[in-house]
């Protein structure tokens, strides 16, 4: 993937109940691209546990839409494709 999100996942997003509804932390993903554990596994799985703790990082943001995997030291930005 290029930094976009794909399709199906969009179209998911946009009618489903996901992570991020009444999550504290949709604003700080959404301005710092950072992801949580529920948001990988409703964007693999499809479902999602409303249990887990919410910990965004931007390497899960990374792994989620760009299907790679980051060391922590590295920034999100240093992976985008330009």
Same mark, same amino acid.
């Given at each position: 993937?290029?930094?976009?999100?794909? %399709?199906?996942?969009?179209?998911?997003?946009?009618?489903? *109940? *996901?992570?991020?509804?009444?999550? /504290? %932390? *949709? %604003?700080?993903?959404?301005? /710092?691209?950072?992801?949580?554990?529920?948001?990988? &596994?409703? /964007?693999?799985?499809?479902?999602?546990?409303?249990?887990?703790?919410?910990?965004?990082?931007?390497?899960?943001? /990374?792994?989620?839409?760009?299907?790679?995997?980051?060391?922590?030291?590295?920034? *999100?930005? &240093?992976?985008?494709?330009?």
């Amino acid at each position: 993937m290029n930094g976009k999100i794909p %399709h199906k996942l969009l179209k998911r997003i946009l009618s489903e *109940v *996901v992570p991020c509804n009444g999550c /504290a %932390h *949709v %604003h700080r993903c959404g301005l /710092a691209n950072m992801a949580c554990q529920d948001f990988m &596994d409703y /964007a693999n799985k499809g479902k999602f546990s409303s249990e887990t703790p919410r910990e965004p990082t931007q390497r899960m943001y /990374a792994h989620v839409f760009w299907g790679r995997q980051i060391s922590e030291s590295t920034q *999100v930005w &240093d992976h985008i494709d330009g």
